[in-house]
């Protein structure tokens, strides 16, 4: 369980990440689009576990890796924006957030889901034990 500090530092990261990504580090997604689903904040605030989305991206594999490369200059923008704020300017670490994704298979699955119709001969159980 997240204390309500870890709380309010996760979503402050996570709003400057959102900002940082959608300004100056937009070249690494193309014309694709990243959200910062989640952010997740170590007890001690020392780490950042961030979850990205992103939309209009093919390969999201090779854009995490991209991510990754770029992670000490993306550290380095949120320590210019938050500095002033916090002691300890957290290390990142980036994750897939692939629930969009889970959920639309889900939807596809009970899309794709045929249920008969029930038979009016099936006698019920609660009436017929009343009777």
Do not use: H, W
């Not at 989640?38 to 961030?50: F, G, M, Q, W």
């Not at 959920?103 to 006698?123: H, N």
């Not at 019920?124 to 034990?129: G, S």
């Amino acid at each position: 369980m997240e204390t309500k500090r870890q709380q309010k530092f996760g979503r402050q990261i996570q709003k400057d990440l959102s900002d940082i990504f959608q300004k100056e580090f937009k070249m690494i997604f193309g014309n694709g689009m990243v959200t910062v689903t989640e952010v997740k904040i170590s007890p001690d605030l020392s780490v950042a576990r961030c979850y990205l989305s992103f939309l209009l991206i093919e390969d999201r594999e090779a854009v995490m890796d991209q991510i990754d490369i770029a992670n000490k200059a993306i550290r380095n923008a949120l320590a210019n924006r938050i500095r002033k704020q916090v002691r300890i300017i957290p290390n990142l670490v980036f994750f897939l957030d692939d629930t969009a994704a889970y959920a639309a298979k889900i939807e596809a699955l009970f899309e794709g889901l045929v249920i008969p119709p029930a038979d009016g001969d099936i006698p019920n159980r609660v009436t017929d034990e009343i009777d």
